[in-house]
């Protein structure tokens, strides 16, 4: 395998960062992906970008140059002359690399030939490596326009069949040319899929080409983009390993990864491996020392050998923003996203993606606490699943308690708590949310409970047939911690309302230290208990109950027998409230 380069005497960094759009599509079924059947719903996502509306200058704006990544097998052959129309005629600069759908040797033969063409055609063989023509292939055009003085679009190969759960085409050919995209202040390799995996003597095939051409082209200081086009529907330690290898094994300091994949939903029930979503983003190698910095769209994570950024959502989604090569106090982002569009079910931009990102990773946590097959019997019984299912029915509602607010009574027992809890904490909560969850979704079915509307109420729920609030608190702090605050707030006497809390802390049940009664001063009677009609109640009736009071309802063997369980728990409590 050698390396083709293709030279193009323009700039296209901005100030040391290069601005990429990744777009993360719907996937279609393989019968689609494996032919060279139509795609309308990508077209129409790449029209709204390029062409109309050209939604690409809400993501790169101020006529940036900008580089945009499709997903392997994105496009179908037949689409080439409509998208090539609509990049000719965007009015700023912008490279689009994107896959399309398998091709024999002699189309793509056809295609570099075709005459007359507006757009220089050409492609990553030589005259000794060209396509069988009898044989299928599957690859990628990359275009670059430079308004007002060229537009050209290369054809390259995918150079490997090895498989790690991608998407197998029987009969596949490969290519032996690697393509090196040339600018002069930024160099762009292209790669498929499963290149990423190739070995030879026990190291990756591709990295070491690239490693080799850099070495023998010291004075070259291009910045380094590997673009990847994915086509890959679950995650795996491999692919992860993969990626580790291309950011540090070349140059970690002139390396940096973009990968663009469908939108698969890959979902794990473990963080170490749900934190890489659906591969689209970008990665560098941790020595690097970039600041893993909150955003709405694009969630930052750290292994021992990488620092990434990468779409939060698994849904079809586009985004962009900078990617930066070297960092400061004052330049942190890996990738700053700050705009991205979801991908409607025909393929159109729409609303604004992740706008609430807190209640995107609740709802995604209750996902990963019920769907993987991975999850053991005992930790998703049929109680445990009906109450994840009515908190996520209510989480994504529109009515209060709202997302944020459940979130902050469940982990901090009040709205108000400080600090207020951000989406990128929750995964830091794994075992609280886990236990939590599954005791505030069953009491939220209970009968008579009913979400609390009030914007300053105590809990999440409210007992409206006893004019009770009820909160489920599962705390990280010391259950002392836990006790000390409840006696806080049963000095808050302008709350009128009694409280049940259901609450567990780290260590230890949640229970209410003794309270010695013995007196001091014996020379006189005790004060009286009994207080004059006139005179405010002293403290708030609040009763601290033990969480687990619900959780161990929830090993129930059917729905209706945990119900009723947890009614009479709670009848019990209520009682016992109204008695203080």
């Not at 009015?91 to 091709?103: D, E, S, T």
């Not at 197998?168 to 930024?186: A, K, M, V, W």
């Not at 609390?452 to 010391?478: K, P, T, Y």
């Not at 601290?544 to 129930?556: K, R």
Request: proline residues 6%; aromatic residues 8%; glycine residues 6%.
């Amino acid at each position: 395998m050698s390396i083709t380069v293709k030279t193009f005497p323009v700039n296209w960094l901005d100030n040391d960062q290069v601005h990429v759009v990744v777009a993360q599509p719907r996937p279609y079924g393989d019968e689609v992906l494996t032919s060279q059947a139509p795609r309308p719903e990508v077209l129409a996502t790449l029209m709204d970008l390029l062409a109309g509306d050209r939604k690409l200058g809400e993501l790169v704006t101020a006529g940036r140059p900008a580089v945009v990544l499709f997903p392997e097998l994105a496009l179908a052959p037949r689409d080439w002359q409509q998208v090539d129309e609509a990049i000719r005629s965007y009015p700023a600069p912008v490279i689009l690399i994107c896959g399309f759908g398998v091709m024999t040797g002699a189309e793509l033969l056809s295609w570099v030939a075709e005459v007359p063409s507006v757009t220089s055609r050409d492609a990553v063989w030589t005259p000794e490596t060209a396509p069988a023509a009898g044989r299928i292939y599957n690859g990628g055009w990359c275009w670059i326009h430079q308004p007002a003085q060229f537009t050209s679009c290369i054809a390259f190969q995918k150079l490997s069949a090895e498989q790690r759960g991608e998407i197998r085409i029987e009969s596949l050919d490969t290519g032996r040319n690697l393509l090196r995209i040339e600018l002069n202040d930024l160099a762009i390799y292209p790669v498929i899929c499963s290149d990423f995996f190739a070995l030879v003597s026990g190291e990756r095939l591709i990295a070491r080409k690239i490693k080799d051409h850099l070495a023998a082209n010291g004075s070259d200081s291009r910045k380094i983009l590997v673009a990847g086009l994915l086509a890959q529907h679950k995650g795996h330690i491999e692919w992860r390993t993969a990626i580790s290898d291309m950011t540090r094994f070349i140059d970690m300091d002139r390396v940096n990864v973009c990968l663009s994949n469908w939108a698969f939903d890959i979902l794990h029930s473990e963080e170490p491996e749900d934190c890489w979503r659906d591969y689209s983003g970008v990665y560098l190698a941790r020595e690097r020392k970039a600041s893993l910095i909150e955003m709405n769209a694009v969630r930052p994570f750290q292994t021992d050998t990488i620092d990434a950024s990468v779409s939060r959502l698994t849904d079809a989604c586009v985004m962009g923003g900078p990617v930066r090569w070297s960092f400061s106090t004052i330049a942190k982002h890996i990738w700053s996203v700050t705009h991205g569009y979801l991908i409607a079910s025909d393929g159109r931009l729409s609303a604004p993606c992740c706008s609430d990102p807190a209640k995107y990773e609740f709802l995604r946590l209750i996902r990963r606490l019920s769907e993987p097959a991975t999850i053991p019997a005992a930790a998703k019984t049929p109680p445990m699943l009906a109450g994840l299912r009515s908190l996520r029915d209510h989480l994504i509602s529109t009515v209060n308690p709202k997302p944020n607010e459940v979130l902050q009574l469940l982990l901090l027992g009040r709205r108000d708590a400080l600090p207020v809890l951000t989406a990128d904490q929750i995964p830091k909560f794994w075992v609280e949310l886990d236990q939590g969850s599954k005791a505030l979704g069953i009491l939220s079915m209970a009968a008579g409970v009913v979400w609390q509307q009030a914007s300053d109420g105590s809990g999440q729920l409210f007992h409206a047939n006893d004019n009770i609030e009820l909160l489920v608190w599962r705390s990280q702090d010391f259950a002392l911690v836990v006790w000390r605050a409840i006696e806080r707030w049963r000095e808050e006497v302008h709350l009128t309302t009694p409280l049940i809390v259901f609450a567990k802390a780290t260590g230890a049940a949640a229970n209410v230290p003794p309270v010695s009664r013995r007196r001091t001063d014996v020379t006189s009677s005790p004060p009286s208990n009994v207080r004059s009609a006139v005179e405010p109640q002293g403290k708030r009736r609040i009763l601290l109950v033990d969480m687990d009071y619900l959780s161990v309802h929830l090993h129930e063997a059917d729905v209706p027998s945990c119900l009723q369980a947890v009614n009479a728990t709670l009848a019990a409590k209520t009682a016992e409230v109204k008695t203080q």
